[in-house]
Every structure is written in structure tokens, then in C-alpha cells.
């Protein structure tokens, strides 16, 4: 009995010495799987168009792109599948998920869903969402010499010159699912002929345009750079980034923002205080060289109360708390229960004031 | 000490890994479905009735006879009849939770990682090797406990780890004093898993345990804040309302975990290995009703024989192996119905049978214990 038992648990080991695929028939043969790291949706006459791009393969081969419209994203994976027989389409390392604008607008909720079912995709995948069409980015920004991945690695870098910053699926679906709104860094296609003239290299750029709005139902809107900078003021980590000031380049150092509401007399919210402060530094001074350092900072100072008063304005006009305001505002237990739940209709009407302080150094130079 | 019995250690082992299993089964959802925000905070709460439960076992402890589990002190306190029929309702409890556990966990596996796969290939062959520990010496299964532990534990604590940089603290708050209510409740789901750990109790006569029953509170204290480190993690990282709505929200979160450019996944070996709670588990519930079975017909223990041996009562156990397999197809169900059993109909089960059966029974031999202390045995 017992020889008859090793020789069973023999052949047992000899079954799997392949992989527990070998059993189960779902293997994965490493030499034919190609994975895909940039994954596109769009939402087209109510179907699903899907776009993907795999990464430049070894020796610089260029990486696969294609597209297809399914009834859903497992649909299109398998007709992706169809298309591409001699490769293993791989998910599992997805970087960026790029949605359309009517994907985001009307597939968010579905999208979140399917990540969370899947096996393969990640929540911490980067998400961005496309002025257009998703598939022009993924499609156009790929050529012989360059692809959409390696335009989106660096877009992050690009993003946070501009002061913005790129946030994942994860954080937009827990910003959203908690009722507030959330941001989602926004980019679109650029042309590059006539500013690159490699022609393997002239693929379309992808570059950042600021932030989505988006809440539990989809996209609500966009933010223009500016209004973009002020959100990210009011709720990021505003450093490293550049603005130009009276001509002059200043280089964001720290940021702080505090928000505090007011209350009337029956305790109900009144009004908004946001007070913010920007340390910059000067980075290079093509303006007026006569105007004082103190000049210099009030100039700052009304340029960040313009772009914050403008996130506060689109916050307040969607009727969408991106910026966390009922969190800061409703900063009691007895304020949250009162009027936790009626934040959304409140807000918008509430007044908002702003107070910038802004702070410029390294302007040893200026005004003498 | 008797050296052919588990120790303390081990036998503390045993129980924190098997009860691993229905813990991240149950958190972080059912008590973020409770507490909201603070359910991380709800594994405080669950302390009251796991202490009241310990404090029962341990009054049964002190009139257990050396060798003796709690199969033998209930046919000893209750008689032939209501003994037996106490014993027959503890094991059928343990077969239908083991039943479950083998079917959930398969169901767990498959939908986080192979969802191509069946689930009855993974519920067969997890009771054929629970079969073949339960059919061995359990003093070999609860020394690979001590291992698994250490296994599991620092998985945990790696996991964790590695989720810091997505955690934000803030949705961790805000907490006031008048959440403690909706935190109170969200410790039942806790204090459903630690009460798990009273099955074990039919074990103890193969242990060398303290008559007191405060060794428990180690084990059981490294649970419950696993419980909530976990809940904490999950809630940092999604907040309540995502972590309500993902299916399974630790899962997902390991998903997102990267060691370096070097591993980029890590979820199917941490995934894997937590298969280890539930087939720990399943050894300990074949054993626990085979301990309850054992007694109502006369049969001696069944260790120290070849593992193939039917005699001395040991048929029982094959036979309580093709019972937990067969239970385990009640649950083939769709995965909303088995999640409603995993969340609402088994632990309330589990509570009636486990607080409610121990309850009942210190209750009705409340005189008994009363006699034995007071001539002294």
C-alpha cells in the first residue's frame, strides 16, 4: 500500500513538474506572451472600443497597437486575442488605463467594477482621461521608433512641471465611491510634425491638459490648467512646479492650504475661508527688472487667488466636491451629522473667500 | 510534562492560523458594513464576548480529566442521552463548517486568482490532504501550525508594510464617541472568528494546556489585532464606502503591491498561502467533530496507528472526510448567495451553536460544577 501510494504521489509531482497549467490547461508560455502596458477605452455609439499597446519589445521591436469594439472589456480582450493568435495578450501589467471622455463619462462606475473582479489589472494602475478619444492617443502616439507607454512614463515628470499630478484608478474610485468628487489628471494628443523631425520618431505626443472632474456617475467636466493648478494647490502637494509671474519664472518651493468654514447663529455653515500660502523661488527673471521683490509677491499672490478662486468656482458650479471642502468645512461630529448629508445641496450657494500669501526668495536681485 | 502531547505553543499556533481563515473571510467588510470608518477600532469591542467565552471554557478546563477534551466532559456532565445528542449536534455543526469553509476558500482562490478554474478541484484536493493530516498524528499538524504561523503572520506584516505609501490616515477619521455603538457592532463579525477557537476545545485533551484559561489571550489578542491592522490597511488605503463595495478589498489591495522592478506581483504567493488557513482549519474541524463522534459511540483516540488503519473508530474520520466533501457542494452556489452564508447565515449559526451551545451547557451543569469543586475534583 505504501509503494502503491509513492508511486501515485510520483506521478503526481511528474503531472505538475510544468506548472499547475499543465493540469488545468490554462498555461501561459513566457515566449509567446506579449504584455500589454497601455490600455485604452472608449465609449462609441454605446459600445466598448478598446485600444491597446504593448511595450517596445526586445532589440527595439515595435510594440503591438490595436483596437476593437466588444460589448465589454472581456469581450474585447477576447477579440483582441482573436486578432493577435501567435501572441498571449498579458493584462496583468497594465500601467496606464487611458478612458475617453465618453468612456469616462459614462463607463467609470463599470470600469471600477471590472478591476475589482479581474485577476489581472491593478487599482493602483495610473488613470488618465483623454479630451477626445482614447484610442487617438494610443494608436497615435505609437510609431516604428516610440509608443504610447514610453510617451506616458514621462508624462508624469511633465504633469508635476505643470503643477498637476497623475492619480490612479484606486484613488479616483475611493474619492468617488465616498461621495466627494475626484481629480484625474486630463491629457490630449499634440501633433509633433514640425517640432520633431525624426520621421520614425513623429508619432503624436501626449501631453498633460490639467485636470477631469469626475464624481460617482462619470466625468463631470474639466478644469482649465489654471483652475487646475488651484485645485492642486488646495488639495495636493503643490512643489516643483513653474509659474511666470509679471514675465518672470518662479519656481513653486511649498504650498499650504487651509480651509475653514463659517457658521451663522443656528450653527449652520455661512461661509467658506480658504487662506493658502506659495513659497517660490526665483527661477529666471525676463521681466520688469525694476519691480520690487514686494511687487513681485503681490502679483504672485493675485495670480494664485485667481486659479484657486477658479477651482473653487468649478467646485462650485458642478455642485461637485473635488477639493474636499465638506471634510474641512463640517470639522465636528454634531456639524458632519447636521449637515453631512445635505453638503452637496449647501455648498455651491455658500460664499468663499480667498486669501493668498504668497512668498517669493532668491529675489536678492530685483529692484535695485 | 507528558512529551507526547501539543503544547501550548503549538496548540496556540494551531488556532491563530486556522483562524485566519474565516477573519479574512469576514474583515475587513462586515465590520466596515457595521462601523464605517471605524471599524478598525471594532476589534476592541470584540474582546467582551471572547473573554466571556474564555472565561466559560476555562471553568470546563478545570474539571476535565487528564486526556479528557470537551467530547468526554459533555458525555460525562449531561449522561448517555442528552450527551450524546449534545455531542451529535456539536459534530454535525463542525462537518457543515468545515463543508463551508472547504467550499468558500475554494471559491476565494478561484475568483482572486484562476477564474478559468472550478472550484471543486480545489475543495477535492484540500480534504484529501486535510484527510491524510487528520488521519495522521496531530501533533505533526499542529508543529507545521507553528511554521505556518510565522508564514502567515509576516506575510501579513509584509503586506501591510508594503501598503503604507498608498495609506492615507485621514480615512482613518474622523472617530467620536458617538460611533461606539455602530464599532460595538462591528466587533460581532470578530468576535464570530474568535469563538471559532472554542471548537478547539474538543481537542484539548490531546494538549498540555493550563487549567487557567488566560493562555488564550495571546493567540486570540494576535487575532484580533491582525483584525484590526487589517481593517486599518484596507480602510487607508480605500476608505469605507470603496472597501464596502470591492468583493474582495484585502485581495485587491495586495494586487497593487510590487516589490521593486524585480517582483512586480506578489498576490499569488501570499494568495497561495493563506490556502494553508483553510486546510489548517478543515484539519482542526475533521478532528473537532471526530472528537465529538469519538465518545458517543466508545472509540478510543485514534492516533499512533498507520494511517490507513480503519479500526479503533478511525473509518469515522474517511467517513467525516466524503461528509465535509458532500456538504461542501451544498454551498455550489452563485458567488452572491455564498458571500450572503459567509457574511450573515454562518457566523449567526456559528454564534448560536458556539456561544449559545457552551452558554447553555455551563448553565445546566452549573449544580454539577458545583459538587465536583466543592469535594474537590
Known amino acids: ?142 510609431q516604428e521608433a516610440t509608443d504610447v507607454t514610453q510617451r506616458l512614463a514621462s508624462l508624469d515628470r511633465q504633469a508635476r512641471a505643470n503643477g498637476w499630478t497623475m492619480h490612479t484608478l484606486r484613488e479616483v474610485a475611493a474619492a468617488t465611491a465616498g461621495g466627494d468628487g475626484a481629480l484625474c489628471l486630463a491629457v490630449q494628443t499634440a501633433p509633433t510634425k514640425g517640432a520633431i523631425f525624426t520621421e520614425s520618431q513623429q508619432a503624436d505626443a501626449v501631453v498633460p491638459a490639467g485636470y477631469a472632474v469626475l464624481d460617482e456617475n462619470g466625468l463631470v467636466g474639466f478644469l482649465d490648467p489654471e483652475a487646475s493648478v488651484g485645485a492642486e494647490i488646495l488639495t495636493g502637494d503643490p512643489a516643483g512646479f513653474l509659474l511666470t509671474v509679471s514675465g518672470d ?12 468654514g463659517e457658521f451663522d447663529g443656528s450653527g449652520a455653515p455661512a461661509a467658506i475661508q480658504v487662506r493658502c500660502g506659495i513659497d517660490t523661488g526665483v527661477l529666471e527673471k525676463s521681466g520688469d527688472r525694476d519691480m520690487s521683490p514686494e511687487a513681485l509677491e503681490a502679483a504672485l499672490s493675485d495670480t494664485i487667488k485667481r486659479w484657486v478662486t477658479a477651482a473653487l468656482d468649478a467646485a462650485q458650479e458642478t455642485g461637485c466636491d473635488f477639493l474636499g471642502l465638506k471634510g474641512a468645512v463640517l470639522d465636528t461630529a454634531a456639524r458632519r451629522d447636521a449637515y453631512g448629508y445635505r453638503w452637496r445641496e449647501l455648498f455651491p450657494a455658500l460664499p468663499v473667500t480667498v486669501e493668498v500669501d504668497g512668498r517669493v526668495d532668491r529675489s536678492y536681485d530685483l529692484g535695485e | 510534562m507528558d512529551s507526547e502531547l501539543i503544547t501550548r505553543k503549538q496548540f496556540s499556533a494551531a488556532m491563530v492560523v ?23 477600532l471594532s476589534f476592541l469591542p470584540a474582546t467582551v464576548p471572547l473573554a466571556l467565552l474564555g472565561a466559560i471554557l476555562a471553568s470546563f478546563r478545570r474539571h476535565m480529566r487528564p486526556g479528557e477534551g470537551m467530547g468526554g466532559l459533555i458525555l460525562r456532565w449531561l449522561g448517555p442521552v442528552f450527551g450524546r445528542l449534545a455531542l451529535l449536534l456539536f459534530a454535525g455543526w463542525f462537518l457543515f463548517y468545515g463543508g463551508f469553509i472547504l467550499r468558500s ?111 488564550t489571550a495571546l493567540p486570540l489578542g494576535l487575532l484580533l489585532v491582525l483584525g484590526g491592522l487589517i481593517c486599518a490597511s484596507v480602510l487607508a488605503v480605500f476608505g469605507p464606502e470603496l472597501t464596502a463595495t470591492l468583493s474582495y478589498p484585502f485581495f485587491v489591495m495586495i494586487r497593487s503591491i510590487s516589490l521593486g522592478d524585480m517582483v512586480p506581483r ?61 456538504i461542501s457542494f451544498f454551498f455550489d452556489m452563485p458567488p452572491w448567495l455564498l458571500r450572503q452564508w459567509s457574511d450573515q447565515y454562518i457566523p449567526l449559526a456559528s454564534d448560536c451553536v458556539l456561544y449559545g451551545g457552551f452558554l447553555l451547557l455551563w448553565l445546566v451543569t452549573l449544580p454539577r460544577r458545583k459538587k465536583e469543586t466543592s469535594r474537590g475534583v
Open chain 1, 249 to 260: 519664472t518662479l519656481e513653486v518651493v511649498a504650498g499650504t492650504a487651509e480651509i475653514k
Open chain 1, 1 to 142: 500500500m505504501r509503494r502503491f501510494a509513492i508511486i501515485i504521489y510520483v506521478c503526481l509531482l511528474l503531472a505538475v513538474q510544468g506548472g499547475c497549467g499543465a493540469l488545468s490547461g490554462d498555461r501561459k508560455d513566457v515566449e509567446r506572451l506579449l504584455l500589454i502596458q497601455t490600455m485604452g477605452l472608449d465609449s462609441v455609439d454605446g459600445q466598448l472600443e478598446m485600444s491597446v499597446s504593448s511595450g517596445m519589445g526586445p532589440e527595439e521591436t515595435p510594440a503591438l497597437v490595436m483596437s476593437t469594439q466588444a460589448n465589454g472589456i472581456e469581450d474585447a480582450i477576447a477579440r483582441l486575442q482573436n486578432f493577435s493568435p501567435e501572441n498571449q495578450l498579458f493584462y496583468a501589467h497594465v500601467q496606464y488605463l487611458l478612458l475617453g471622455e465618453d468612456a469616462a463619462r459614462d463607463m467609470l462606475d463599470g470600469v471600477i467594477q471590472w478591476v475589482d473582479r479581474s485577476p489581472t489589472l491593478r487599482m493602483d494602475t495610473d488613470m488618465l482621461v483623454v479630451k477626445g478619444l482614447a484610442k487617438d492617443a494610443v494608436v497615435g502616439a505609437s
Open chain 2, 105 to 215: 476558500g475554494a471559491e476565494r482562490l478561484v475568483s482572486t486568482i484562476y477564474p478559468s478554474s472550478g472550484q471543486g478541484m480545489f475543495a477535492a484536493v484540500t480534504i484529501v490532504l486535510a484527510l491524510a493530516v487528520a488521519l495522521g498524528d496531530l501533533r505533526a499538524a499542529a508543529r507545521s501550525a507553528v511554521i505556518f504561523r510565522g508564514v502567515l503572520v509576516g506575510a501579513l506584516a509584509l503586506v501591510i508594510a508594503l501598503s503604507v505609501p498608498n495609506m492615507d490616515l485621514a480615512r482613518l477619521l474622523p472617530v467620536s464617541a458617538k460611533d461606539a455603538p455602530s464599532i460595538a457592532l462591528g466587533g460581532l463579525p470578530l468576535a464570530s472568528v474568535g469563538a471559532v477557537a472554542a471548537g478547539f476545545s474538543f481537542l484539548y485533551g490531546y494538549a498540555d494546556l493550563p487549567k487557567s484559561g488566560r493562555w
Open chain 2, 266 to 326: 506578489i498576490e499569488a504567493v501570499v494568495i497561495a498561502a493563506w490556502v494553508g488557513t483553510d486546510f489548517m482549519l478543515c484539519v482542526g474541524l475533521l478532528r473537532c467533530a471526530h472528537e465529538a463522534l469519538r465518545p458517543v459511540f466508545g472509540y478510543p483516540k485514534p492516533d499512533g496507528r498507520p494511517m490507513l488503519d480503519l479500526g479503533a473508530g478511525r473509518f469515522l474520520l474517511w467517513m467525516e472526510g466524503a461528509a465535509v466533501f458532500a
Open chain 2, 18 to 40: 486556522s483562524l485566519l481563515s474565516p477573519l479574512l473571510r469576514l474583515m475587513p467588510q462586515t465590520a466596515v458594513c457595521f462601523a464605517g470608518n471605524g471599524a478598525w
